[in-house]
């Protein structure tokens, strides 16, 4: 037996389900986030990044504003790596975006982490 879809219009077997428009919700990763572990660890990565943006800093400015943090490796992939301090990154909104885009690699981020993890000795 089959159906016309009412989210995409074609055709479909009657036990199909269709997939077209679905949205995210964000899955298990979503209720990670909403821990209290997760915002204390939150807080603490912002803290030892002196409340900067870590790329931004990097460059040589100074941003403050909108901070975020940031998971290197994706929740959705590695939720063992929730709290693991190498994997988190403080970065502004901007530079999320970019993150989030694949438009800043992981290798470079993860070097950010390091050195805020193993600060250079002077």
Same mark, same amino acid.
């Given at each position: 037996?089959?159906?016309?879809?009412?989210?995409? &219009?074609?055709?479909?077997?009657? @036990?199909?389900?269709? #997939?077209?428009?679905?949205?995210? $919700?964000?899955?298990? =990763? /979503?209720? +990670?986030?909403?821990?209290?572990?997760?915002?204390?660890?939150?807080?603490?990565?912002?803290?030892?990044?002196?409340?900067?943006?870590?790329?931004?800093?990097?460059? &040589?400015?100074?941003?403050?504003? @909108?901070?975020?943090? #940031?998971?290197?490796?994706?929740? $959705?992939?590695?939720? =063992? /790596?929730? +709290?693991?301090?190498?994997?988190?990154?403080?970065?502004?909104?901007?530079?999320?975006?970019?993150?989030?885009?694949?438009?800043?690699?992981?290798?470079?981020?993860?070097?950010?982490?390091?050195?805020?993890?193993?600060?250079? #000795?002077?």
């Amino acid at each position: 037996m089959f159906k016309a879809c009412s989210k995409c &219009g074609k055709i479909h077997p009657a @036990d199909y389900q269709c #997939h077209v428009g679905r949205v995210y $919700r964000g899955g298990n =990763e /979503r209720a +990670l986030r909403k821990t209290y572990s997760w915002r204390k660890k939150s807080e603490e990565i912002r803290e030892r990044a002196s409340g900067l943006c870590e790329v931004c800093r990097d460059q &040589g400015r100074y941003t403050y504003n @909108d901070l975020e943090v #940031h998971h290197i490796y994706k929740l $959705r992939e590695y939720p =063992e /790596r929730l +709290l693991d301090d190498f994997n988190l990154v403080c970065l502004c909104v901007e530079h999320h975006k970019q993150a989030d885009a694949g438009e800043l690699s992981q290798d470079y981020l993860t070097h950010l982490a390091e050195e805020r993890e193993n600060p250079p #000795h002077t």
